[in-house]
Nanobody, 119 residues
Framework: QVQLVESGGGLVQAGGSLSLSCEAS????????MGWYRQAPGKQRESVAT???????NYADSVKGRFTISRDNAKNTVYLQMNSLKPEDTAVYYC?????????????WGQGTQVTVSS
């Protein structure tokens, strides 16, 4: 059984910063690409940033230069540092990871954490 547990998030004023973290736990052999996604009310879930096991990153155009994704492979943890936050960044943020466990590959999601940016 694999679980992704997120922490961080909360309420911040526009221009402020927040950080998120997500740890994968369980009988894990390897964690491949990890990423952060978000879903605002009435909108589809969208990719925010992803990072491969080799630390190759990809960002949505809307967050480039403001958000930084990183990971600690030894801890099976991914981080998202969010700076210069805007009201349009308000959403539920979800962690995602491709995990090999018990000989099988699975795509796992965290429970989501709310990020609210006030204007």
């Amino acid at each position: 059984q694999v679980q992704l547990v997120e922490s961080g998030g909360g309420l911040v004023q526009a221009g402020g910063s927040l950080s998120l973290s997500c740890e994968a736990s369980g009988s894990i052999f390897s964690v491949n690409t990890m990423g952060w996604y978000r879903q605002a009310p009435g909108k589809q879930r969208e990719s925010v940033a992803t990072i491969t096991r080799g630390a190759r990153t990809n960002y949505a155009d809307s967050v480039k230069g403001r958000f930084t994704i990183s990971r600690d492979n030894a801890k099976n943890t991914v981080y998202l540092q969010m700076n210069s936050l805007k009201p349009e960044d308000t959403a539920v943020y979800y962690c995602n990871a491709g995990v090999i466990a018990a000989g099988l590959f699975g795509d796992y999601w965290g429970q989501g954490t709310q990020v609210t940016v006030s204007s």
